[in-house]
């Protein structure tokens, strides 16, 4: 019997992720079965179960996926003397992530937003997610803080203010940018780099007496 090939075996695991993905954001985790999975993707439950033992695994595997690409994604900024403006870095990084799953859609919508919001509301009820989702957020949360170190070594930001405080802020803009999408409709990351680019440019101006 011949060998399958490794590009084969990772096409394949892409197939089932992305089907997976398109199920939750459309119908919500609760609401999707396995045999949904199995159908969107068209596959044999043999062929997906060798892969992925269940729901479970598979919302992790997807969380675990784009928050690994987003840390790399900032470990990688956070090397560089100094660090890419706020600005330009989240610009960089939400636009990368979005377009690489520009392809999922749901309703004519990008699936991606939804499926966000999907996986904050499964933590509630789902502690091993709620583990994964934490540590994924730790570790790009870490990469935030160093990047910040960079920018105040470089006299481009206060020194005064602990870099854990920026670096939650800037995950907050994201996932609130993100949110929005979900809720509102398709916008471009260029909306949140404007408002970024607005906030960096206030001057700190002495209280009237």
Known sequence: MARVSQEHLDARRRQILDGAALCFA???FHATSMQDVLKEVDLSAGA?????SGKEELIA???GEVLGSVHEAFEGAAKQSPPPPPDLLVGSVLGRTLDTKAALTVDGEPAFPRLVV?????TLRNP???RVLRDGYDAVGGAWMR???GYQEA???RSDLPPEHVARTMI???LGFIAQLSLFGPAPVEVLQNGLRALMSMQDTPAES
Not at 48 to 52: L, M, N
Not at 118 to 122: A, G, H, K, S, Y
Request: hydrophobic share 55%.
């Open 26 to 28: 459309r119908n919500g």
């Open 48 to 52: 997906v179960y060798r892969y992925f």
């Open 61 to 63: 595997a997807i969380v």
């Open 118 to 122: 999907q996986v904050w509301t499964e």
């Open 128 to 130: 091993e997610l709620a």
């Open 147 to 149: 990047i910040v170190e």
């Open 155 to 157: 006299g481009m930001m």
């Open 172 to 174: 907050a803009a994201v």
